[in-house]
C-alpha cells in the first residue's frame, strides 16, 4: 500500500486537495477566494478521475488483489478462528472493491440522477405536507458541488454515445423532413397551386399530421389563455405610465409629458408601436395590452423555432411549458415594454445565427436594426452585447485551434468584426431621441440647487450577486437543472463536429454569457421584468437536460418522450402561481406571494380606474386635486394640483420652481412628503373642494416605500371624508368639501 501511495502520490494528493476544498465550499460559498479554489477543485477533480481511470486505477486494483491474496503469512501459522475471520472479511472487501470498480460509472451516473433528484425534491413544496425536506436546503450546497462532480464524470463517460444518438436523430429527422417536403407537390398538386395554403398545408405535411397539428393546438390554446379577461381590470403600477403615453401620442403625435415640460422617449418604439393597435381599435386597456400578448406567443414561437434546431421532442416539450408558463403570462397580459424587449432578444438569437454563423448578410443587417428597436425598447435591451460577446468566443477560440490559418481566418471575417464594431457604436448612441429631443425649462434640477438625496453612483462593474440564479432556485426551479446542457455544450464547443454542435453549444454559452454581463452590470435592477429575457433560454436548455439525461438511463425510445413530459410537468405544477389563478384574479385580491408580478411591493391587485373615474366626473373647475404616489392620466385626463409621495427619491428627481416647491416634471404637479402638508393646502383653500385621491396600492403595500405611518395615520383619522370606496377594498377618494370648511 505505501508503494502505491509513493509511486501515486502527486494524483493522491491532488484529489485529497480536491475534496477538501470541494466540502470546504459549503462554509464560505460567498467569498471570492474559496469560489475560486472550489471551482478548481472541481475541475481538477474531474480531469484526475478521468485521466487516472484510464491506466492507473487499473494498475492500483490489481496490485491491491495482489496484496489481499497474499496470506502467505498466516501459512506458517496454526490457523485459528480470529485469523481465518481477518482473511475471510479481507476477502469480502475485495470483492466489493472489485465490484465498485467495475461498476464505478454506472455508480456515478446513479449517484448524479440521485443528487438531482435530491435537490429538485427540495424545491417541491407541496411535499412538504407530507415529509420534512427542510435537510435538503440545509445541505443544498455541497449537494450541488457533489452533482456537478458527478454530472461531470457521466457526461465525460458517455460523451461519445451523447455526441453519436443526437447527430443520429437529428439526421434522420432532417432525412425525413426532405423526403416529406418532396413528397408533396405529388401528393397534393392542387393545394400546392394556391399560394399561401400551400405553405401552411406544406410545413404541417412536413413536420408530421400528429406533430404539427399539436403545435398549432398549442399555439390556439396559448392565444386564448392570454386574451381571456385580458382587458377586465384595470391599468396598474407601470402600466399607467404605458397609458398616459399611449394617449399623449394619440393626442398630440409625440410623447409629451402632460406638463409639457419634456419628452418620454423611454421605450419610444415599443409605444408607438401600441398607439397603432389603440388609434385603430381603441385607446382601452384591451388593446393597451393585446400587443403584449403577441410579444409573449413570439417568444414561444421562436424558443420553439430555436429548439427544434436541437431537436423535434426538445422543441415541443419547450411549447409545452412556455405556453402555459406562469412567468411568460404575467408579462403577455401586462401592458408594459419587458415583453417585447425580450421577444427581440429571441428573435436577435436566431437573426445572429443565420447573419454571422451562416454567413448571411441580409440577416447581419437586420439584427443590427433589432438591437436599434431594442435599445429603444427598454435600456436593458443592451442585453444584445451578449450575441456579441459569444461570437468573439467562438472567433477566438477557432482563432487559438487554428492558428496556421491565422490570417485566413482574420481576413474571412473582417467584414464580420467591422459590422461588430458598428453595432458597439449603435450601443454608444443609445436612445437617439433621448440624446436629441429635449425641452429646455426655466427650472432648475432639485439635486442641482437643493440639498437632497443625490443619485447613487455605480462601478461600471461590480461583483456578481447573482441575482437571477437566486431567483430562479428559488421561483422557478433549480438552476442545476440546466447543468448536463451546459456541459454537453462546453464539450461541443471545443470539439466543434458539425453545424448541430455548434447551434447547442452557441445557445447555452450564450445564457451563460448573458447571465454573467447582467450580474456584473445590474447596477442594482433586478426583478422578474428584468430576468424575463432569459426565460425562453433557460426552458431550452433544461429540456435539453432533461432529455439528453432521459436518453441516457433510458433505452427505450417511445418511452423517452413521455417519462421527459412527466417530470417537465412535476417541475411545472411546483411553479406558482399556477397560470389559471391569473385569468381568475380580482381586485383586492393578495399577489404579495407571486414571485413573477411587475413590481415587488404590490400587496394586493388594486383598483386605479373607479376612483379616477369618479373625480374625472365629479370634480369642477377650480378644485384642487391630490394624488398619492403618482399620477393617473389615462383616467383622470388631467394633472393633479399635487402628488404625496413620501419616496423622497421623487425630491431628487424634481425641478424646483421659484417657491422652491418640489415639481413633478411629468406632471406639473408639486410633490408634498408630510400628511401635515395635506392639513395645509387644505387650509389654504377654505372656498375649494380638495379632493384626495387614495390607491390602494398606495397605502397598503409590503415596504415604506412610498408612503409613511403619519399618512396612514392621518386617513384613519379623516375617515369621514370618504365619498367613494373602491370594490378592492382599500382604494378610495376622500372629499374636504368647502361647505364643510
Partial sequence: MIKIIKQYGISTFLLLVAIFCIFNISFNLTETFTVVTNSLALFLAIVYFVNFEKEKIDKVIHKLIKSSLNTSKFQNKKKGLISLLFIKIKQHLLI??????????????????????????????????????????????ILTVLAILSGGLTFWHNRERIEKESEEELNKEELSEKKRKEEFPQKYSKINKIPVLKNIIGWMYKEGWGYSISVIFLFIIGFIIRIYRLGRLSLWWDELITGTYITRI??????????ELGYYWRGVAYHYLVSVFTYLFGNTEFWLRFPSVLFGMGIALMAFVIAKKINKKVAFLVLIFLIFSSYNIEYSRFARFYIMNSFLFMLSI?????????????????????????????????IYVSLIATWFLFFGFNLIKNSKKFYQIIKKNVLNICLMFATILVYKLGNIFEKFIKIEVDYNRAMDVVDVTQPRNWDFFQYPNWYLINFLNNSYFPFILIYFSIIISIYF?????????????????????????????????????????????????????????????????????????????????????????????????????????????????A??????????????????????????????????????????????????????DYIDRETGSILI??????????AENIDKNVYLLINGASINILDTTHTRGDFLKFIENNSKHEVFKSQDGFSRVLLFSALDK
Fill in 96 to 141: 466489493i472493491i472489485i465490484f465498485l470498480f467495475k461498476k464505478r460509472w454506472e455508480i456515478t451516473s446513479y449517484l448524479f440522477i440521485f443528487l438531482l433528484s435530491t435537490i429538485t425534491l427540495g424545491q417541491l413544496s407541496f411535499l412538504e405536507k407530507f415529509i420534512n425536506l427542510s435537510w435538503i436546503n440545509k445541505y443544498q450546497v
Fill in 250 to 259: 394619440l393626442e398630440v403625435g409625440v410623447p409629451l409629458f402632460p406638463s
Fill in 350 to 382: 436566431w437573426i445572429f445565427w443565420k447573419g454571422y454563423f451562416e454567413n448571411k448578410l441580409k440577416h447581419k443587417l437586420a439584427s443590427i436594426f433589432i438591437f436599434f428597436l431594442m435599445l429603444h425598447t427598454v435600456q436593458f435591451g443592451v
Fill in 493 to 605: 464547443f471545443i470539439t466543434n463536429k458539425n453545424n448541430n454542435q455548434k447551434f447547442i453549444s452557441f445557445i447555452n454559452i450564450l445564457l451563460l454569457i448573458s447571465v454573467l454581463i447582467y450580474e456584473i452590470g445590474s447596477r442594482g435592477v433586478d426583478g422578474p421584468r428584468i430576468f424575463l429575457y432569459s426565460e425562453a433560454l433557460i426552458i431550452i436548455s433544461f429540456v435539453t437536460s432533461i432529455y439528453y439525461l432521459i436518453t441516457l438511463f433510458l433505452k427505450n425510445k417511445k418511452l423517452q418522450p413521455a417519462l421527459c413530459l412527466i417530470i417537465i410537468l412535476v417541475i411545472f405544477i411546483n411553479i406558482k402561481p399556477h397560470f389559471y389563478e391569473r385569468l381568475s384574479r380580482n381586485y383586492g385580491d393578495k399577489v404579495n406571494n407571486d414571485p413573477f408580478r411587475s413590481t415587488h411591493v404590490a400587496k394586493f391587485r
Fill in 607 to 660: 383598483d386605479h380606474k373607479t376612483t379616477s373615474e369618479f373625480i374625472a366626473n365629479n370634480t369642477m373647475k377650480g378644485d384642487i386635486i391630490i394624488t398619492v404616489m403618482h399620477s393617473n392620466y389615462y383616467y383622470l385626463k388631467r394633472n393633479p394640483d399635487y402628488i404625496l409621495n413620501q419616496n423622497i427619491r421623487w425630491n431628487t428627481l424634481a425641478l424646483v420652481n421659484y417657491n422652491n
Fill in 673 to 682: 412628503n408630510k400628511s401635515s402638508d395635506i392639513n395645509k393646502i387644505i
